[in-house]
């Protein structure tokens, strides 16, 4: 899978404020006074997308750039960053879903090129992309979860494959967290977003 590690806008002071008509110091001054990060990212989210009307994007970006200001980072003693999340309706059940992350033959199919190793529990995964995955559990028909340990991009940081059937349909969603950066959060959310789509096609295509 190639990623691009780029943001879908500048957002430094100067495109803060052209884009949303303050500055980055005045946005922080604003969630200081809401409480602060100890008011938690979901209410002060809802105060930037409901009350200042900001879109999705630029609420997330504020409200990680305030943490970042604060200092605040988790247990482990990084920032606890972005999560980006990528969702696929597919034409099958969830093991046909999940079979695609099977072994390196399944993965070439949609993931990238040339993949070794195996997707067990405690297994790792590489591919001609770089991409390396350090398995930590797989449930059968339900759940994937890994490590995500490409060197340079957003190394050690964890991602969850869910597979929820709908129907007919499965819906296979992605969920990628800890990312450190607005640049590794959009080129992930494009990079699993354009990998589940070949996926689709590939399962879609076996029926």
């Not at 969702?87 to 199919?109: E, G, I, Y």
């Not at 969920?175 to 494009?190: E, Q, S, V």
Request: net charge positive; glycine share 10%.
């Amino acid at each position: 899978m190639k990623i691009e590690l780029r943001a879908e806008h500048a957002h430094d002071d100067a495109a803060t404020k052209a884009a949303t008509g303050r500055s980055l110091a005045d946005w922080y001054r604003l969630l200081d006074g809401a409480g602060g990060p100890a008011r938690g990212r979901r209410e002060l989210g809802n105060l930037l997308q409901d009350t200042h009307k900001l879109d999705p994007w630029w609420a997330t970006t504020l409200l990680i750039g305030h943490e970042a200001a604060h200092g605040l980072v988790e247990k482990d003693g990084r920032p606890k960053g972005y999560m980006v999340c990528a969702t696929k309706a597919v034409k099958a059940s969830p093991a046909r879903c999940q079979a695609a992350f099977a072994d390196a033959k399944a993965l070439d199919a949609w993931l990238g090129a040339k993949h070794a190793g195996e997707l067990v529990d405690g297994g790792t995964v590489t591919n001609a992309d770089g991409n390396r995955l350090a398995v930590r559990k797989i449930t059968p028909g339900k759940t994937i979860r890994f490590v995500w340990q490409q060197a340079d991009a957003a190394p050690d940081t964890p991602v969850e494959v869910k597979f929820q059937p709908v129907g007919e349909r499965t819906t296979v969603m992605v969920t990628h967290d800890r990312l450190p950066d607005r640049a590794a959060a959009d080129g992930f959310r494009r990079a699993w977003g354009a990998a589940l789509e070949k996926l689709k096609g590939v399962v879609e295509a076996g029926a």
